[in-house]
C-alpha cells in the first residue's frame, strides 16, 4: 500500500507538470487531467506506472514547442481580434486599457446604391473631446483626416498608438492638409466582418504565412501563387506575376527588401473587400471627409462643368489618392477646438491632376465613385506604402 501510495504521488506530480505544459497548448485541458487524478484513485498498479512513464515522456519533451505555439495563438488572437501588434518591450506602465474592436457587420441594404450627390456639399464636423479621455483641451486635439474623432498625444502614447518614431509626423501633419489616420482608420483590417476575418486567416493558415513577420519578394510571389493555385487550379500567369512583383515595390517604398506586417495585412484586407463586397457596399464605408475631396477631385477634373471626366482622367485620379506624404502640402483650416470644426479647404491635392491622353470614353460621378472608392479606402494607412497598387 506504501509503494501505491508513494507512485500515486509521483502520478500527481507529473500530472501537474503536465497541466502547467499543456495549458499553452490550447487551455482546455483541465478536465482531462481532473478525469485522470480520479481514474488514478482506483487504478491498477500497471496502469499507474504507465501514467507515470507517459507524463515523464511529455515533460523530457520540453516547454519550447508549446511555448511557440502559444505565441502563435497570441498572434493569431490578435489577428482576429483586430489589435495589431503588440511589442513586448513596450512599457505599460501608466497605459490606458485599448479599446475593445468591434468589427463591423453587414446590413441587407449594404448592397444598394448609396445616394452620394455631387452638388450637395456635406458639412465636416470633428469632435470636440478626445475620443480617449473624452477631454476638451483647445489646440492640443489632433483630428483624424478621415473620421470625425480627435485625439490628444498624451493619451495615443499612454494607449501605445504613438511611439517616439511617429510622434513628430503626428504633431507635423495631423493640422495639415496631409493629415493624419487614428487607429481605427489606419487599420484597414477593421472593415472587415467576423466572416471575412476567418476566410482571410484561413487563407494565411493555409498559405503557412507566420503573423506579424515582414515578407521578402520570394515569400511574397510565393503566397500570391498559392493563393492563385487554389482559387484557379491553376499556375498563376508571368504577367499577373509582374503585377504581384510591382505590388510588392509600392508595399517597400523605402526598398528594404521586405513588407512590414501591416502593410501586407492592409493589402490583402481590401484586397479581400474587393473580391466579396460590391462597389456599392465598398461607397457605403467613405466618411464624409473623404466623400468631400472625391468631390474636389471630380471638380477639379471636370473643366468644362458638363458632370463627365474622361476615362483617361479618371484612371489618372487614382494615382493621387496616395499623394499624402508631401511635405509641401499647404496647412488647411481643420480647426479642433472651440467648437465642433469644419473642414474647408481649398486646395486639394487632388486638383493638380497631370494631364491624361485623351479618351472617347467619358465618366460621369457614379462612375467616378465606383472606380475610385478601393484606392480611396486603401489610401487610409499613415504608411508610405501603397496597399493597393493603380494600373498604369
Not at 470614353?361 to 457614379?366: A, E, G, K
Request: glycine fraction near 4%; charge should be negative.
Amino acid at each position: 500500500m506504501g509503494v501505491l501510495m508513494s507512485r500515486r504521488q509521483t502520478v500527481e506530480r507529473v500530472q501537474k507538470v503536465s497541466l502547467a505544459v499543456s495549458a499553452f497548448k490550447d487551455g482546455l485541458r483541465e478536465q482531462p487531467s481532473t478525469r485522470r487524478r480520479a481514474e488514478a484513485g482506483t487504478a491498477r498498479q500497471g496502469t499507474l506506472e504507465q501514467e507515470v512513464q507517459e507524463g515523464e515522456e511529455e515533460v523530457l519533451a520540453g516547454p519550447s514547442q508549446p511555448e511557440e505555439s502559444s505565441a502563435s495563438k497570441a498572434a493569431w488572437e490578435r489577428l482576429r481580434d483586430g489589435r495589431g501588434v503588440e511589442p513586448e518591450e513596450f512599457e505599460r506602465a501608466n497605459r490606458f486599457t485599448p479599446p475593445a474592436f468591434i468589427r463591423p457587420k453587414r446590413e441587407l441594404h449594404d448592397d444598394e446604391p448609396p445616394d452620394i450627390s455631387l452638388e450637395q456639399r456635406e458639412q465636416i464636423l470633428n469632435d470636440e473631446m478626445c475620443e480617449i479621455c473624452e477631454v476638451w483641451t483647445a489646440e492640443s486635439l489632433f483630428p483624424c483626416r478621415i473620421c470625425h474623432r480627435v485625439y490628444h498625444d498624451g493619451c495615443l502614447r499612454r494607449m501605445g498608438y504613438l511611439q517616439k518614431d511617429s510622434a513628430v509626423e503626428v504633431t507635423e501633419t495631423a493640422h495639415t492638409e496631409t493629415g493624419w489616420s487614428c487607429y481605427y482608420c489606419d487599420n484597414l483590417n477593421l472593415l472587415l466582418t467576423e466572416e471575412e476575418m476567418y476566410s482571410l486567416m484561413e487563407t494565411l493558415r493555409n498559405c503557412k504565412i507566420i503573423p506579424e513577420s515582414c515578407l521578402t519578394l520570394d515569400d511574397f510571389l510565393h503566397y500570391k501563387h498559392q493563393v492563385h493555385k487554389q482559387q484557379f487550379e491553376r499556375t498563376m500567369p508571368e504577367a499577373q506575376e509582374e503585377q504581384a512583383a510591382l505590388q510588392f515595390n509600392a508595399l517597400d517604398p523605402d526598398k528594404k527588401g521586405h513588407i512590414e506586417w501591416q502593410d501586407f495585412l492592409s493589402h490583402e484586407s481590401i484586397q479581400l473587400l474587393q473580391k466579396i463586397r460590391p462597389q456599392n457596399a465598398l461607397l457605403r464605408l467613405l466618411t464624409p471627409k473623404e466623400r468631400e475631396r472625391a468631390r474636389a477631385a471630380f471638380l477639379a477634373l471636370d473643366q468644362d462643368n458638363d458632370g463627365f471626366i474622361g476615362e483617361g482622367e479618371c484612371r489618372q485620379a487614382r494615382h493621387t489618392w496616395f499623394r499624402k506624404h508631401q511635405k509641401e502640402m499647404l496647412s488647411c483650416n481643420v480647426r479642433s477646438h472651440g467648437s465642433p470644426s469644419s473642414c474647408s479647404c481649398t486646395s486639394d491635392p487632388f486638383s493638380a491632376v497631370p494631364s491624361a491622353s485623351p479618351c472617347l470614353l467619358s465618366i460621369d460621378w457614379p462612375g467616378f465613385l465606383r472606380e475610385n472608392v478601393a484606392f480611396i479606402l486603401a489610401a487610409r494607412p499613415n504608411s508610405a506604402a501603397l496597399h493597393l497598387q493603380p494600373l498604369a
